[in-house]
Structure formats: structure tokens, C-alpha cells
């Protein structure tokens, strides 16, 4: 019986579903953080009278005809891009993105990945980095005798030095976009890396172009609603229920022809 298949592929279907629900739920407070949803389309099918072929010798065709699904599958993951919200910290070197763009951080394997978290930290020698010490791109150091670092909407870096009246320019933050960015992947740690289907990064200053601007002192939020979460996973719940339900039935009938026969 073809319906106990096809209840299985929709109960791999829902657990694939509360899997990134319950990642989403768990990602609830990681700064920069994109929810995901997963997204579906059903198999092929199985066509026991084609419509629009020929019924009689006068001409007539089937309407309709007749197919039969074979069930379910995960289509894609797909991520979602929206705005989090805007979350003070006070930290002169916390920077959150409001708008289009991502940070650019170097990886250890001299790769650039990209990032929506801005949560960065300065390391032994002065240099902006992630809570990993990544160095953030383009190289930036803060003096060791600067006594305020001021980063304006722009991404310009300006440090105060003891006994200089005017603030020197130590470096300019760059953003990054993509044409997709749901194509980029993710490495965790709130790093993605490009790929085929995102397409080559452009650079640009913050505020220019349509990139985001920055916000000193804020992390961006994830962009989780806990409640659409929680409505997602009662919805995901009883679909799976129900499919075990057609799965009973279909055991139940299988049950019953099998007696017959005997």
C-alpha cells in the first residue's frame, strides 16, 4: 500500500521541520542570528489516466485523468534576512548593522567569511576582532594609549590620544552584500562563506549604495519571534500526528485484507 510510503516521507518531512524550528528557538539570543524555514514539494506521481487523453472514438478526452501523489520532500532551508532588533551594550567596540551589508572577518585558513555579528573585541595588539579573534577586514588597530574610539555611522575609526587635540582616523570598516544571500553558507560561529548561489561579494562603505549603516555601542538581535516559533512547532506537531495516523489506518487495512485472504 502506497499510503504507508507517503505517510513517511510527510513524518521525515515534519521532523526535518522542527529541527530547524528548534534550532531557530535555540538561536534566540545569539547575536546577528537569521532564522531559517523549511520549505517542501511533493514528489513525483504516479498517473494511472493521463487527462486529456483520448476516451472515445468520437473525440472526447478525460478532463481531469488521474494521479496519485507519492508524498513529500524538503525542498530547501531557507534563510531569512530581516532586520533584528537594534540592542545596547555599551561596549565602544560593539557595532551592529542597520540595513544591507555583513562585516568581513578572516578566518584562520585565510579565507574571508562574513558576518552579521558585530559583538568584536580588540586582542593583545590592538587589532579589532570576533569573540573567536578573527580579525575583522579591513585590518584595524586601536592605539594602546587611546582614551576614546569613536566609530561614526560610516564605519571611520577615530581614536582620542593623550595631548593631540584632534582625533587621528586609525581605519575604515567595509560591508559586504551579495546578490543572494540566502546562497551563502553557514560555518557557525556567525560566519557564512560564499558560494555559487550567492554570488560574488560587492564592498562598500557603510551608508553608500545601499548598504546599512553602523550603530556603535548596539548588537544586532536575532531575528526570531518566539511566537511565530512556538505557533510553527504546533503546526509542524500536528502534521506529524497526523501522518502517523494515516499509517495506523493503512496498517489497520492492511490488516483487514490480509484476513480476508485468509
Given at each position: 500500500?502506497?499510503?504507508?510510503?507517503?505517510?513517511?516521507?510527510?513524518?521525515?518531512?515534519?521532523?526535518?521541520?522542527?529541527?530547524?524550528?528548534?534550532?531557530?528557538?535555540?538561536?534566540?539570543?545569539?547575536?546577528?542570528?537569521?532564522?531559517?524555514?523549511?520549505?517542501?514539494?511533493?514528489?513525483?506521481?504516479?498517473?494511472?489516466?493521463?487527462?486529456?487523453?483520448?476516451?472515445?472514438?468520437?473525440?472526447?478526452?478525460?478532463?481531469?485523468?488521474?494521479?496519485?501523489g507519492a508524498g513529500v520532500k524538503a525542498g530547501s532551508v531557507y534563510r531569512i534576512a530581516s532586520q533584528g532588533a537594534m540592542t545596547s551594550t555599551g561596549n565602544p567596540y560593539d557595532l551592529a548593522i542597520n540595513g544591507r551589508g555583513y562585516f568581513q572577518v578572516l578566518t584562520p585558513s585565510g579565507d574571508i567569511a562574513y558576518s552579521r555579528a558585530g559583538n568584536f573585541a580588540i586582542n593583545d595588539q590592538g587589532?579589532?576582532?570576533?569573540q573567536d579573534g578573527y580579525q575583522v577586514q579591513p585590518a584595524i588597530t586601536i592605539p594602546q594609549n587611546a582614551t576614546n574610539v569613536t566609530i561614526s555611522q560610516t564605519g571611520q575609526v577615530q581614536v582620542t590620544q593623550p595631548g593631540v587635540a584632534t582625533p587621528a582616523v586609525v581605519g575604515q570598516i567595509e560591508l559586504a552584500s551579495f546578490t543572494?544571500?540566502?546562497?551563502?553558507?553557514?560555518?557557525?560561529?556567525?560566519?557564512?562563506?560564499?558560494?555559487?548561489?550567492?554570488?560574488?561579494?560587492?564592498?562598500?562603505?557603510?551608508?553608500?549604495?545601499?548598504?546599512?549603516?553602523?550603530?556603535?555601542?548596539?548588537?544586532?538581535?536575532?531575528?526570531?519571534?518566539?511566537?511565530?516559533e512556538i505557533t510553527n512547532l504546533i503546526v509542524a506537531q500536528?502534521?506529524?500526528?497526523?501522518?502517523?495516523?494515516?499509517?495506523?489506518?493503512?496498517?489497520?487495512?492492511?490488516?483487514?485484507?490480509?484476513?480476508?485472504?485468509?
Open positions: 500500500m502506497q499510503a504507508l510510503r507517503t505517510a513517511a516521507t510527510g513524518m521525515a518531512a515534519q521532523q526535518m521541520n522542527v529541527e530547524v524550528i528548534s534550532n531557530n528557538i535555540a538561536n534566540m539570543n545569539t547575536v546577528g542570528f537569521k532564522k531559517q524555514r523549511a520549505e517542501f514539494s511533493d514528489l513525483l506521481y504516479q498517473t494511472l489516466q493521463q487527462q486529456g487523453a483520448q476516451s472515445s472514438d468520437q473525440g472526447t478526452v478525460v478532463p481531469t485523468g488521474v494521479q496519485v587589532q579589532l576582532v570576533t543572494n544571500e540566502a546562497g551563502l553558507s553557514a560555518q557557525g560561529s556567525n560566519l557564512f562563506l560564499q558560494t555559487a548561489a550567492s554570488g560574488a561579494p560587492v564592498t562598500s562603505t557603510p551608508g553608500l549604495q545601499g548598504f546599512g549603516t553602523l550603530m556603535q555601542g548596539y548588537t544586532e538581535a536575532s531575528n526570531v519571534d518566539p511566537v511565530s500536528r502534521a506529524y500526528e497526523m501522518n502517523s495516523k494515516v499509517i495506523t489506518t493503512a496498517d489497520n487495512m492492511l490488516g483487514v485484507a490480509n484476513q480476508v485472504k485468509q
